[in-house]
């Protein structure tokens, strides 16, 4: 067996599509996917890439994915890698492809100068928490996830002002 990992092209754009429905589907939130293969496709692989995908293999087949942005830190004052979605396929569980993704954005992130790499967990997830655990990464308790957006976000923006000077 031959664990690989490559960057995404955009003829991967297919495939990325079904690994984010599959995760939906793993997280219980497939209701929540509405995103357009176009657009999608626009903000990874066009003029000004707002992500990046690496792809997992195994014996020359995607089975997993992870996707990525950069982040800053102040305290820091460097940037950080925020793994956004990371996904391997429930038979290639186990392979060690998981563990890949993660070392590649780990070296991808050194290379970088990162300060960091950081993502979010669902806390049911208790497999993979302790996965993540397994690999040296810490929960971070005494901090709770924000989010605006849909109709909140259009209404906050709504509200910017502009100074005349």
């Known amino acids: ?3 690989s ?3 995404a092209i955009p003829a991967d754009l297919p ?3 079904d690994l984010i429905r599959a995760l939906a589907d793993y997280e219980k939130l497939a209701h929540e996917v509405r995103f357009d293969e176009a657009v999608l496709a626009q903000k990874l692989f066009g003029p000004r890439p707002y992500a990046e995908v690496i792809i997992g293999e195994i014996d020359g087949a995607a089975q997993g994915f992870a996707l990525f942005f ?3 830190s102040t305290f820091e004052g460097k940037p950080g890698v925020y793994l956004e979605d990371l996904f391997v396929q429930p038979a290639a569980r186990g392979s060690g492809l998981g563990k890949a993704l993660l070392a590649q954005l780990a070296a991808i992130a050194v290379e970088r100068d990162c300060a960091r790499l950081e993502w ?3 806390d049911w997830n ?3 928490i ?3 655990k397994s690999l040296g990464a810490r929960l971070m308790d005494d901090w709770t996830v924000m989010r605006v957006d849909g109709a909140a976000l259009q209404h ?3 509200h910017r002002r502009f100074s005349a000077d």
């Open 1 to 3: 067996m031959t664990v």
């Open 156 to 158: 906050l923006g709504a």
């Open 5 to 7: 990992i490559r960057s």
């Open 130 to 132: 302790g996965f993540y």
């Open 126 to 128: 208790e497999p993979a």
């Open 70 to 72: 950069h982040n800053f």
């Open 120 to 122: 979010s967990v669902l």
């Open 15 to 17: 495939l990325i599509a």
